[in-house]
Structures are given as structure tokens and as C-alpha cells.
């Protein structure tokens, strides 16, 4: 099982629309958690931390379920400049971030 | 301010050809770290250093990989000799400490042929 996974998608979504994607962990000692955003041939970048509160940064939020492992992020009133590749991320408690594959989101006029 | 500079942005060499990247990293950030991405993956992990010490090298290709931080701003990473399976993305990151933002480098982007 991988450390982290990710639906690789595309996700092919109307402007407007909102849109969730998940991801899961296998290690419960996993300390920290992101969301990085990465457009087509370009570095990633950080979109947000994940709390275990749950957090929100305008049209995103992020959430953790410690209990199951998984971590979401939704976007609503979802932009054209929404297309990209969000990376989940999860820090182990070796301070080693593991990325998932990622989850291709593209957004239609 | 000035982001992670990588350089070169893209290389193509033939396999047994050696090959190194360079990093300079983010003013005053005293993580670097070197990643590897290939399509359609996240990037994973090289070697992570703490200044000039490589504190996290276990995914590091012992074998043909190396890399340095000699005066703990600047690295290099080498490959030699490259093999076709190296063609990737090589990210370079950097941080204030390790459990800051990472900033990446826009990548070196090798291909192996």
C-alpha cells in the first residue's frame, strides 16, 4: 500500500462548480498535512496546512479525519485558473514529507 | 526576494554520460533538499541536509548519485554515470528549518537517451 494516495483523476469541472478530492494515509503517526498546488511543468507550491480543526482560505478548504486517514480539500466556484495538479502531502514524524501522485483538476468555461 | 535557483533548466545527455545540477537556495534557508519527479508522480525525496550535513540520504542511489553542500548555501547534485530510467524532473527545495514551508526550484528537467 502506498503511503499516501490520491485519486489521479482528471477532474473535469464547469467554472462554478465545486469539487472535493480526497486522500489517504497509511501511517497514524503522520504529524503534519498540506495541500501543494502544481501547474503543468512548473514547481510545486504550498496551497495550505491542514489542521486538525479543519481550515478554510477563502474558496478552499481543507479538512483532516485522523480517525480514517484521510485528509479532503473542496474548492468551490471553481476558477479556469483552478487548473492544475493538487499534491497531498504528509509530513511523517521524521520531518520527511511524502507526496501523493496528485490529482489532476481542469476546469471548463 | 529571489526564489530556489536552479540551473540548468533543461538537460539531454546520452546513457554512461555523467551529468550534475546545481541549487542555490533561498537566502538564509539553512534545509535543502533534492527530489526526484517523474510524470505523473510526486516528487520524492533524495537527500535532505541541514546545512552543510546530509541529515536524510536513504533514498539516494548510493551507486551512481551524489551530492554536495560544501559550505552549507549552495549544492550540486551529480549522476554518473546516468542510466535511461534517470530521465526526470530534479527539484530542489529549500526551508528556514525543516518544519517550515519548502520552497521549490523550478527543476532540472533530464533526459536520458
Known amino acids: 500500500r502506498k503511503e499516501v494516495e490520491q485519486d489521479p483523476g482528471p477532474f473535469n469541472v464547469p467554472e462554478g462548480a465545486t469539487v472535493a478530492f480526497n486522500c489517504t494515509y497509511s501511517?497514524?503517526?503522520?504529524?503534519?498535512f498540506f495541500w501543494y498546488r502544481q501547474d503543468c511543468r512548473k514547481e510545486p507550491k504550498l496551497l495550505m496546512s491542514v489542521y486538525s480543526s479543519g481550515n478554510e482560505d477563502g474558496r478552499f478548504t481543507a479538512q483532516l479525519n485522523r480517525a480514517s486517514q484521510y485528509i479532503s480539500l473542496l474548492i468551490r466556484d471553481s476558477k479556469l485558473s483552478d487548473s492544475a495538479t493538487y499534491l497531498c502531502v504528509v509530513n511523517l514524524n521524521t520531518d520527511k514529507l511524502i507526496f501523493g501522485t496528485g490529482t489532476r483538476l481542469q476546469v471548463f468555461p | 526576494e529571489a526564489g530556489v535557483v536552479q540551473s540548468p533548466r533543461y538537460k539531454i545527455i546520452e546513457k554512461k554520460q555523467p551529468v550534475a545540477f546545481w541549487c542555490n537556495p533561498i537566502?538564509?534557508?539553512?534545509?535543502l533538499y533534492w527530489y526526484l519527479q517523474n510524470l505523473g508522480q510526486g516528487p520524492e525525496l533524495l537527500i535532505r541536509y541541514e546545512n552543510e550535513e546530509a541529515v536524510d540520504d536513504s533514498q539516494l542511489p548510493k551507486d551512481r548519485f551524489s551530492a554536495e553542500r560544501l559550505k552549507g548555501v549552495d549544492s550540486t547534485l551529480k549522476i554518473q554515470p546516468a542510466e535511461l530510467g534517470d530521465s526526470a524532473v530534479y527539484l530542489c527545495?529549500?526551508?528556514?528549518?525543516?518544519?517550515?514551508?519548502?520552497?521549490f526550484g523550478p527543476g532540472t528537467r533530464l533526459t536520458v537517451l
Open positions: 537566502s538564509g534557508h539553512n534545509t
Open positions: 501511517n497514524s503517526a503522520s504529524q503534519s
Open positions: 527545495a529549500s526551508s528556514l528549518a525543516r518544519e517550515n514551508e519548502q520552497f
